[in-house]
């Protein structure tokens, strides 16, 4: 099968989960920061971390790799989304929530792939 067929297929499992994560945490928090958002947002950089270690040590395809990082995880995060709406939070004068979102997107994603490698290495230690 081709890389873009395995592309596809995982970006349309992407999609679901994002649209799934991202309008379960909406529904759940009140207010004015987009929790959907930064939610499928912090849960991707932490699943980026974790396979992007497991993938280091562990023999795959290149179709297992595209299927996962640029498929589903591709269409899962949403940064075009987290920048529109913190530019909608300046827009409507919102500058506190529009700095809360950036910070805690940003300062959270990275904080959040490193922990999700760090935690894909020891428990990848513990199984050999």
Known sequence: MSTIIYIAIGGAV????RYSISGYAYKSFE???PWGTLAVNLIGCFAIGVLWNVFENIAHSP?????IFIGILGAFTTFSTFGIESFHLFKEGQIKYGIINILISNIGGIG???IGYLASKYLLSITR
């Open 14 to 17: 992407g999609a679901i989960l």
């Open 31 to 33: 207010g004015a920061l």
């Open 63 to 67: 179709n297992t790799r595209a299927f």
């Open 112 to 114: 959040l792939v490193f």
